[in-house]
């Protein structure tokens, strides 16, 4: 009913609007092609085609049908490769997750690119994810690898990690907050008094992790890393940016540095990724990272 030949006349029927230029087109004769759609209509008991003396168009169930049918052609001239690819051990589909502290629109886009032209048939999937939302991703999710996993050891046996670098923190307000001119160090009493500015932990199934709030204190969550600057510029609230990420801002004095009574400890991150799951890509992109390519290294960035 619909074989190969009877896509391919039933997309020219209804691009070109005409039995005859779809006939002339495909190098068949007009009765050829009008049987073969007539056949098709019949089988499946439907008009396809409005007819009339001038012109030919598709019915509703006609435009349903060239949407499908566009699909399942391009798929069937793919095959053949997507299948060599598969066999040659390159995934059908990868999965990655970025850590919201490494992620970049730039970084993503480059990297996708390089993955593309390497593996055409390939499907990726992109998402990006906070502190423990990045583990929940690769143990619950079908993840198959991990740009900034927390911590420098697997949760896991099945996971492997690659050391990335640390996270440095830098305690970070508005020169017109009121503890912008406190004597240092700060205490929490004085620091308890104000808002913490926090991303919120996108795990769903491992333990959520608070990056900084002191017991008693108001969080203002938002969601994500450029929110909680504006916020910090803004002195809307208080609390930790990475240091690479404030750094400019320090040095325009947009933002003050204090030193609080007990300062955040470094964040170690990793590449982490599945070893029930690694195929050529996987591979391909660990190879980036082992080799700090440059293709990677506006992930990078953000690591002291």
Request: aromatic share 8%.
């Given at each position: 009913?619909?074989?190969?030949?009877?896509?391919?006349?039933?997309?020219?029927?209804?691009?070109?609007?005409?039995?005859?230029?779809?006939?002339?087109?495909?190098?068949?004769?007009?009765?050829?092609?009008?049987?073969?759609?007539?056949?098709?209509?019949?089988?499946?008991?439907?008009?396809?085609?409005?007819?009339?003396?001038?012109?030919?168009?598709?019915?509703?169930?006609?435009?349903?049908?060239?949407?499908?049918?566009?699909?399942?052609?391009?798929?069937?001239?793919?095959?053949?490769?997507?299948?060599?690819?598969?066999?040659?051990?390159?995934?059908?589909?990868?999965?990655?997750?970025?850590?919201?502290?490494?992620?970049?629109?730039?970084?993503?886009?480059?990297?996708?690119?390089?993955?593309?032209?390497?593996?055409?048939?390939?499907?990726?999937?992109?998402?990006?994810?906070?502190?423990?939302?990045?583990?929940?991703?690769?143990?619950?999710?079908?993840?198959?690898?991990?740009?900034?996993?927390a911590g420098n050891?697997?949760?896991?046996?099945?996971?492997?990690?690659?050391?990335?670098?640390?996270?440095?923190?830098?305690?970070?307000?508005?020169?017109?907050?009121?503890?912008?001119?406190?004597?240092?160090?700060?205490?929490?009493?004085?620091?308890?008094?104000?808002?913490?500015?926090?991303?919120?932990?996108?795990?769903?199934?491992?333990?959520?992790?608070?990056?900084?709030?002191?017991?008693?204190?108001?969080?203002?969550?938002?969601?994500?890393?450029?929110?909680?600057?504006?916020?910090?510029?803004?002195?809307?609230?208080?609390?930790?940016?990475?240091?690479?990420?404030?750094?400019?801002?320090?040095?325009?004095?947009?933002?003050?540095?204090?030193?609080?009574?007990?300062?955040?400890?470094q964040s170690?991150?990793?590449?982490?990724?599945?070893?029930?799951?690694?195929?050529?890509?996987?591979?391909?992109?660990?190879?980036?990272?082992?080799?700090?390519?440059?293709?990677?290294?506006?992930?990078?960035?953000?690591?002291?």
């Amino acid at each position: 009913m619909l074989d190969h030949e009877t896509i391919r006349s039933f997309i020219k029927v209804a691009e070109c609007q005409s039995f005859s230029r779809a006939a002339e087109l495909l190098h068949k004769t007009t009765a050829t092609i009008s049987y073969r759609i007539k056949m098709l209509e019949e089988s499946i008991g439907t008009q396809l085609f409005i007819r009339t003396t001038r012109s030919v168009s598709l019915t509703p169930a006609g435009h349903y049908l060239l949407e499908r049918c566009r699909q399942w052609h391009n798929w069937l001239d793919s095959m053949p490769d997507e299948l060599r690819q598969i066999n040659d051990g390159v995934e059908h589909q990868v999965n990655i997750v970025i850590n919201n502290l490494l992620y970049s629109p730039v970084a993503v886009a480059r990297l996708l690119a390089y993955l593309q032209q390497r593996f055409p048939f390939t499907q990726f999937h992109i998402s990006r994810q906070v502190y423990m939302g990045v583990w929940d991703a690769l143990l619950n999710e079908d993840c198959h690898l991990a740009i900034g996993a927390a911590g420098n050891e697997s949760l896991e046996n099945t996971i492997n990690v690659l050391p990335l670098g640390k996270i440095d923190w830098i305690f970070a307000l508005s020169p017109d907050h009121p503890l912008a001119n406190a004597t240092e160090p700060l205490r929490e009493d004085q620091l308890r008094l104000y808002p913490a500015i926090n991303v919120e932990d996108t795990s769903r199934n491992l333990a959520k992790r608070i990056a900084w709030l002191l017991p008693g204190q108001h969080e203002i969550k938002v969601p994500d890393l450029h929110t909680k600057l504006a916020c910090h510029l803004r002195g809307v609230g208080i609390g930790f940016l990475p240091h690479t990420l404030c750094q400019p801002y320090l040095d325009s004095g947009e933002l003050l540095q204090k030193k609080p009574q007990h300062p955040r400890h470094q964040s170690n991150l990793s590449l982490a990724w599945s070893s029930h799951l690694s195929g050529e890509v996987v591979k391909s992109i660990i190879t980036l990272f082992q080799n700090n390519d440059p293709l990677i290294h506006e992930f990078i960035l953000p690591l002291d």
